[in-house]
């Protein structure tokens, strides 16, 4: 038998899932070059936001919560995904 808590907290099951899109927080973005991937999956592994996605033969970042940290540019040993300075 689980416990079910009505509070918050890491033991509870809350009823309304936040879904916040934290995107517009970044100032650069990560533009993944296809051609360069090898689909070792170090930028989904080391991704802090969780938004890197697989597309069929390459990841690329979810840019509605990406916050532009940098992160996967960083891991990449096949040097595949750069940064690029949002517009303003």
Request: aromatic share 14%.
């Amino acid at each position: 038998m689980r416990f079910r808590s009505p509070f918050e907290g890491p033991w509870s099951t809350p009823k309304d899932p936040y879904d916040i899109k934290t995107g517009e927080w970044r100032s650069q973005r990560p533009i993944t070059k296809v051609e360069k991937c090898r689909q070792c999956g170090w930028c989904y592994i080391f991704c802090p936001s969780g938004c890197i996605e697989e597309k069929e033969f390459y990841f690329t970042a979810n840019l509605e919560y990406c916050k532009g940290c940098g992160t996967c540019s960083k891991v990449c040993p096949a040097k595949a995904i750069m940064l690029i300075r949002e517009e303003v």
